[in-house]
């Protein structure tokens, strides 16, 4: 596997179910993001990842929940989603915070439906 | 507040027939502008980043340029395959994240 993978690629579920997003990224870097893109908007970071440590929540909702166990590795688990929560789920990853090539790379993302 | 304005929303070309898209900012310190090509249902590709006023990269038919409140994205001679939505984000002083626009969505015709 080479750069950012993200399983699975399709995800419907019911508004009651718990499921969890997969990223891995094979880039050897250190910070990792989750992004929700919808129709019409621009891409909306909603948390991030440095050396392990979240450093950043973008307000999400308490119904996301992130885990990054190691600097390969991020996880989006999701419970009791509202319909506007489909979207396009991307992970990204990048040299940490003040590195000076700070390029981000995406994942495939998941196409997430709330039924 | 940091803003990224891109135009037009959309675009539509012939084959051949060279365009350029725009990125627009507002920040206070830009660090560095980030160009990236998104096709349907995919995860954005990473395309070009310009760190300085007057600085440009190019790519095949692409051709990335930046002043001090914009930057654009010019296609020469585009194909068909370059049909895709084209995001813009910038990196400011001060923070460690990107700050993204809405993208061209570009549609060449053969």
């Known amino acids: 596997e080479t750069g950012v993978t993200q399983t699975p690629r399709h995800l419907v579920m019911g508004m009651t179910n718990k499921k969890s997003l997969k990223c891995e990224q094979h880039?050897?870097?250190?910070?990792m993001y989750w992004y929700k893109q919808s129709a019409k908007k621009p891409l909306e970071l909603m948390f991030v990842?440095?050396?392990?440590?979240?450093?950043e929540n973008n307000s999400v909702p308490s119904r996301f929940s992130p885990e990054c166990p190691n600097s390969s590795h991020l996880f989006l688990h999701l419970h009791t989603l509202q319909p506007e929560d489909s979207a396009l789920y991307l992970c990204a990853s990048s040299q940490p915070a003040g590195a000076h090539s700070y390029e981000q790379y995406f994942g495939p993302g998941t196409r997430l439906t709330v039924t | 507040e940091d803003q990224v304005t891109q135009s037009p929303e959309a675009l539509r070309l012939q084959e051949g027939e060279s365009s350029s898209l725009n990125c627009s900012y507002t920040v206070s310190g830009l660090r560095g502008l980030f160009w990236y090509r998104q096709d349907p249902g995919k995860g954005p590709e990473f395309l070009f980043t310009l760190y300085s006023a007057g600085e440009e990269k190019e790519k095949e038919r692409l051709k990335a340029t930046l002043t001090k409140k914009e930057s654009f994205l010019h296609i020469t001679a585009p194909k068909p395959e370059d049909s895709a939505t084209y995001l813009c984000a910038v990196l400011t002083s001060g923070y460690s994240t990107l700050t993204f626009g809405k993208g061209t969505m570009l549609l060449v015709s053969p």
């Open positions: 880039l050897g870097h250190n910070a």
């Open positions: 990842y440095n050396f392990k440590e979240q450093t």
